[in-house]
């Protein structure tokens, strides 16, 4: 198998009679590929951006039926979407509520291991500390300097310099969990007594101040709720290939 970790711009090409078998793309816009006539056994296709677009199979947009499918799979997820603080309050208990059956049913000789390059439980759960911070601290508290050190940097967050110098990794899972605990009560907190009016204020991009999107204080709730549930689907993913004995990598 050849590896490359960065092929080139093929915007506008045209692939006739190539063979992906096994192949794997990482971090690639695809965006408005046309595919006809291919062989798509086994495909396996993740986008945490799917929801913001369309994904046509044999002419069906597939985006809704997904979408239907995942809030079966995860009771409450629907909720990410709600536009009212009890809606956000139910939201957010409902996540939190499989977060914890996750992390207490998860073997403790699991919560490192990775599966196939992705991260592991007690990284995810680092990300999601980070998560907290951007859009909770940052994005609605404004606060300057929100990371906590032990937080998990998205791929490719060095490389446009927004990782802290002083960022470390955990001494241990319990560490780990103490933070994620106290930044899940941030939330709790926050969302006990945020108003209709208040979810409606606006606010700046954490990642990006000059952005043209400026999201407001709602939008920021909604951000840190779908990568709660989204990062559970990957977790759930993963730990499900190892107690089914499949290759870690």
């Given amino acids: 198998m050849t590896a490359n970790a960065r092929t080139g711009d093929f915007t506008g090409a045209s692939f006739v009679r190539s063979r992906f078998t096994g192949a794997t793309f990482r971090f690639c816009d695809m ?114 300097d929100p990371f906590h050190e032990i937080g998990q940097f998205f791929t490719g967050a060095s490389e446009i310099g927004v990782v802290p110098a002083r960022m470390r990794e955990p001494r241990d899972f319990d560490e780990v969990a103490a933070v994620r605990a106290e930044r899940q009560q941030m939330v709790t907190d926050f969302l006990a007594t945020v108003t209709q009016e208040q979810l409606g204020e606006p606010r700046d991009n954490p990642w990006g101040p000059d952005d043209d999107w400026q999201p407001t204080v709602g939008d920021c709730v909604r951000t840190i709720l779908e990568e709660e549930w989204a990062h559970l689907r990957y977790i759930r993913r993963d730990l499900a290939r190892l107690q089914e004995g499949q290759p870690e990598a």
Wanted: glycine share 12%; proline share 4%.
């Fill in 31 to 144: 965006s408005g590929v046309t595919m006809r006539g291919v062989d798509l056994d086994g495909l396996d296709v993740d986008s945490h951006d799917l929801f913001f677009g369309s994904l046509y199979v044999n002419g069906v947009d597939v985006v809704p039926f997904v979408r239907d499918e995942l809030n079966r799979q995860f009771p409450g997820r629907e909720l990410q979407e709600a536009r009212t603080p009890e809606g956000l309050r139910d939201g957010w208990s409902a996540v939190q509520d499989a977060w914890r059956t996750t992390v207490e049913g998860t073997p403790a000789g699991l919560r490192d291991v990775q599966v196939g390059g992705e991260w592991s439980l007690s990284q995810t759960l680092r990300h999601l500390i980070l998560a907290t911070d951007a859009w909770l601290l940052a994005g609605i508290g404004r606060q300057p």
